[in-house]
């Protein structure tokens, strides 16, 4: 991959798209792992209470004193009573917390459901934005075109037709860079500098 | 029972893939599956940034299922019946693992929840290094094949810690087969495993597979069996209440999130700027 076409996928990756490569030195394949129902993104490191479905709120909790603290500091007990902290599920009715027999044996066995080691989370089940639960990949071949002459990028356009299914055009002029985002169905064959963005238009990788 | 040996290959003549250990055997294992598909005439990408995918394989295919494994369209109509071609792509996590245990004839391996997505394009290629086979599985064949056994691994707690290893993929020399808790695999090992991964079916009807391997997927997770961590007497109580939980309606789920931001806004900004630090990478998700 050249420089040009690497830099355009690492914009990708920072907007939460993977990149995948082949020999060929402008083009990629993007790739987006989303809610099938609503497009919102997937994460499948994201790990949600296996009994109720609540997200990892990434906190730890006193049990003795109910009180809850970060977990980004190094301290393991609570200041107040030097208990344990444990990384529970934070609904008040789940299982969890509403049953004595079932919250004794995981914070017993594990330091609450969303600790490293227990069994009580599961990588995400549900949307985060509608709750659904089936998820699918989508693909975009890619190629980046860089030129800082028109003539040569509407020669390209016109000699060039749409293998990809996303052509990303980078007009270098001196005003700095600006890009044209087109997809295969845009069909366009002839561009001027108020078609292009100052940003790549992610709203084509949907 | 012999199979041809034309796929896969060893790509790579000046060295065995077995004189690879298993902490430096993760980068030429995948190379050494991705060269092999490009030498069946299959596009291959390989990861640019760090996925749960080692390698997206791509090709024409007829919708008809006339392609050969080795077999390329294009873009070209099909040459049997002449029915436009598609593009297919197929998303690779492979598994490299050399035999184990006493008869040295076990595949052991390990996946995680997190591995399991509800795409059947999405394909588990366990690469025996030693006797240069690939057994590929696409998630929809996976599952279904645990639900038609009745085989309730994925309700034990090792599977949902992520160290459950499942050591029933066996490879019998004599016979030159591969089974799993018995049950031939050999429909999933190289050119035949090629041949399901390819299944039009899945892009055709993608809205169907995704919706069964749904079903599949909560079917087989959403059980718990206490095994050897937990009393007994819990099971029962877990089951009765992820029974109703899972076949809640999406409002349900909605509402516990609403209700568990709700709780952790009134934490103090301190705790709220620590747990949106944590979702900074979950684009989309935050207090």
């Given at each position: 991959m050249?420089?040009?076409?690497?830099?355009?996928?690492?914009?990708?990756?920072?907007?939460?798209?993977?990149?995948?490569?082949?020999?060929?030195?402008?083009?990629?394949?993007?790739?987006?792992?989303?809610?099938?129902?609503?497009?919102?993104?997937?994460y499948?490191?994201?790990?949600?209470c296996?009994?109720?479905?609540?997200?990892?709120p990434?906190?730890?909790?006193?049990?003795h004193?109910?009180?809850?603290?970060?977990?980004?500091?190094?301290?393991?007990?609570c200041p107040?009573?030097?208990?344990k902290?444990?990384?529970?599920?934070?609904?008040?009715?789940?299982?969890?917390?509403?049953?004595t027999?079932?919250?004794?044996?995981?914070?017993?066995?594990?330091?609450?459901?969303f600790?490293?080691?227990?069994c009580?989370?599961?990588?995400?089940?549900h949307?985060?934005?509608?709750?659904?639960?089936?998820?699918?990949?989508?693909?975009?071949e890619?190629?980046?075109?860089?030129?800082?002459?028109?003539?040569?990028?509407?020669?390209?356009?016109k000699?060039?037709?749409f293998?990809?299914?996303?052509?990303?055009?980078?007009?270098?002029?001196?005003?700095?860079?600006?890009?044209?985002t087109l997809?295969?169905?845009?069909?366009?064959?002839?561009?001027?500098?108020?078609?292009f963005?100052?940003?790549?238009?992610?709203?084509?990788?949907? | 029972?012999?199979?041809?040996?034309?796929?896969?290959?060893?790509?790579?003549?000046?060295v065995?893939?077995?004189?690879?250990?298993?902490l430096?055997?993760?980068?030429?294992?995948?190379?050494?599956?991705?060269?092999?598909?490009?030498?069946?005439?299959?596009?291959?990408?390989?990861?640019?940034?760090?996925?749960?995918?080692?390698?997206?394989?791509?090709?024409?295919?007829?919708?008809?299922?006339?392609?050969k494994?080795?077999?390329n369209?294009n873009?070209?109509?099909?040459p049997?019946?002449d029915?436009?071609?598609?593009?297919?792509?197929r998303?690779?996590q492979?598994?490299?693992?050399?035999?184990?245990?006493?008869?040295?004839?076990?595949f052991?391996?390990?996946?995680?929840t997190?591995?399991?997505?509800?795409?059947?394009?999405?394909i588990?290629?366990?690469?025996?290094?030693?006797?240069?086979?690939?057994?590929?599985?696409s998630?929809?064949?996976?599952?279904?094949?645990?639900?038609a056994?009745?085989?309730?691994?994925?309700?034990?707690?090792?599977?949902?810690?992520?160290?459950?290893?499942?050591n029933?993929?066996?490879?019998?020399?004599?016979?030159?087969?591969?089974?799993f808790?018995?049950?031939?695999?050999?429909?999933?090992r190289?050119?035949?495993?090629?041949?399901?991964?390819?299944?039009?079916d899945?892009?055709?009807?993608?809205?169907?597979?995704?919706?069964?391997i749904?079903?599949?997927?909560?079917?087989?997770?959403?059980?718990?069996?206490?095994?050897?961590?937990?009393a007994?007497?819990?099971?029962?109580?877990?089951?009765?209440?992820?029974?109703?939980?899972?076949?809640?309606?999406?409002?349900?789920?909605?509402?516990?999130?609403?209700?568990?931001?709700?709780?952790?806004r009134?934490?103090?900004?301190?705790?709220?700027?620590?747990?949106?630090?944590?979702?900074?990478?979950?684009?989309?998700?935050?207090?």
């Amino acid at each position: 991959m050249n420089i040009s076409t690497k830099s355009v996928a690492y914009y990708l990756i920072s907007k939460g798209l993977n990149i995948f490569i082949t020999e060929e030195n402008n083009t990629f394949l993007a790739q987006r792992h989303i809610c099938k129902e609503c497009s919102s993104p997937w994460y499948m490191d994201l790990t949600e209470c296996f009994l109720c479905g609540s997200y990892n709120p990434y906190i730890y909790v006193c049990r003795h004193c109910n009180t809850y603290f970060s977990i980004t500091g190094t301290v393991k007990n609570c200041p107040t009573c030097n208990q344990k902290f444990i990384q529970c599920c934070i609904n008040d009715s789940c299982l969890s917390n509403t049953n004595t027999s079932v919250g004794n044996a995981i914070n017993t066995k594990y330091k609450g459901v969303f600790d490293g080691d227990s069994c009580f989370n599961i990588a995400q089940m549900h949307c985060i934005n509608c709750g659904d639960t089936k998820n699918e990949y989508i693909t975009f071949e890619v190629q980046v075109y860089e030129s800082d002459d028109f003539n040569n990028i509407n020669s390209f356009l016109k000699q060039n037709s749409f293998k990809y299914d996303i052509l990303i055009i980078k007009f270098t002029g001196n005003s700095g860079i600006k890009y044209l985002t087109l997809r295969k169905t845009d069909a366009i064959v002839e561009v001027e500098e108020s078609s292009f963005l100052n940003q790549i238009d992610l709203s084509k990788f949907v | 029972m012999t199979h041809p040996k034309s796929f896969p290959i060893n790509p790579f003549p000046d060295v065995k893939p077995n004189d690879f250990h298993k902490l430096n055997k993760k980068h030429v294992s995948e190379d050494y599956v991705g060269e092999n598909f490009k030498l069946i005439n299959w596009d291959v990408f390989a990861p640019f940034n760090d996925t749960g995918i080692d390698r997206i394989i791509s090709k024409y295919i007829c919708p008809n299922g006339h392609t050969k494994y080795n077999e390329n369209l294009n873009t070209h109509p099909c040459p049997h019946c002449d029915t436009p071609s598609y593009k297919i792509y197929r998303f690779i996590q492979i598994k490299t693992r050399e035999l184990k245990g006493v008869a040295s004839d076990t595949f052991g391996y390990t996946l995680k929840t997190k591995d399991f997505r509800t795409d059947p394009r999405h394909i588990f290629l366990f690469y025996s290094d030693h006797t240069n086979d690939f057994i590929l599985v696409s998630v929809y064949d996976y599952l279904n094949f645990f639900e038609a056994n009745h085989d309730h691994f994925h309700a034990s707690p090792t599977f949902k810690q992520g160290n459950g290893k499942i050591n029933n993929l066996k490879y019998d020399a004599n016979n030159d087969s591969w089974t799993f808790k018995n049950i031939s695999w050999d429909i999933f090992r190289n050119i035949p495993g090629i041949e399901k991964i390819q299944n039009p079916d899945y892009d055709k009807y993608l809205d169907r597979y995704i919706n069964d391997i749904d079903c599949l997927k909560r079917k087989l997770f959403y059980e718990f069996s206490s095994g050897r961590t937990f009393a007994t007497n819990i099971e029962q109580v877990i089951n009765q209440y992820i029974k109703q939980t899972s076949s809640n309606p999406k409002s349900t789920f909605l509402n516990i999130k609403s209700a568990n931001i709700h709780k952790l806004r009134a934490l103090g900004l301190d705790i709220v700027n620590s747990i949106n630090g944590y979702y900074a990478k979950f684009k989309g998700l935050h207090i």
